[in-house]
């Protein structure tokens, strides 16, 4: 399975879709930052699952609809920094998607995720990815899950790791690092949190028209869970 993660920058981004789900051949499209009032129900094969609609700039995910069917879908508000409060840019933060594969007949949970910004503290973001982990848990406990978005952590990703590991998941970076926009604070935003998949490669693509490089995770169930 190919997912890509695209923070569009203000939908600045838009355009851009097309073409990187047909030139990766993306089986899901999870975005963040969206004008989700102007973006398509289909895109080269994706259909969309669903989107934000509290957002100012919103989630989306697509997935492809000849592989798979969306069985739920649940968006969740969660702790607000106080950036959050002041200019309300986002009310919901995670956008998850059960979904059914429909030739091998199991079913798995992607998820498009945004993370508070920098001016919130680390212990904020933590506790935001971990409540959005226990609620993609309720769509469907036990279930291989893959989480990915921007979560403004570029520093101590070490101790983020950990703090994940602790809750059963694991914590993917990709090949280089995903934001540009200002030289104090370049490095890897971009992430894929998982459970129950094998992570081949999280690996960053051409910059386009964002401050942020889109990232394609390859990705398979473990085994053990596709048997199960």
Do not use: W
């Amino acid at each position: 399975m190919k997912v890509i993660s695209y923070n569009l920058r203000k939908h600045r981004a838009a355009a851009e879709l097309a073409g990187l789900v047909e030139r990766h051949g993306a089986d899901v499209l999870c975005l963040q930052e969206a004008d989700t009032t102007d973006i398509p129900d289909e895109l080269n094969g994706l259909r969309l699952a669903g989107s934000t609609r509290n957002n100012r700039l919103g989630l989306a995910v697509y997935y492809r609809d000849n592989t798979f069917r969306a069985v739920d879908v649940r968006s969740l508000a969660l702790k607000k920094s106080l950036h959050d409060r002041v200019l309300k840019p986002a009310e919901e933060r995670m956008l998850g998607v059960r979904l059914h594969d429909i030739d091998h007949g199991h079913e798995l949970i992607v998820a498009s995720f945004h993370a508070a910004p920098l001016t919130a503290l680390n212990r904020l973001r933590r506790h935001q990815i971990r409540t959005a982990l226990e609620e993609l848990s309720a769509l469907g406990d036990g279930l291989p899950t893959l989480m990915v978005g921007d979560y403004n952590y570029p520093v101590f990703k070490e101790n983020l790791g950990q703090k994940v590991r602790e809750h059963g998941y694991e914590l993917s970076l990709s090949d280089a690092r995903t934001y540009t926009r200002y030289r104090f604070s370049r490095g890897h935003y971009d992430f894929a949190t998982s459970i129950g998949f094998e992570i081949e490669r999280v690996h960053t693509l051409p910059q386009g028209r964002s401050d942020h490089l889109p990232i394609l995770v390859t990705a398979r169930v473990a085994a053990r869970r596709a048997a199960a």
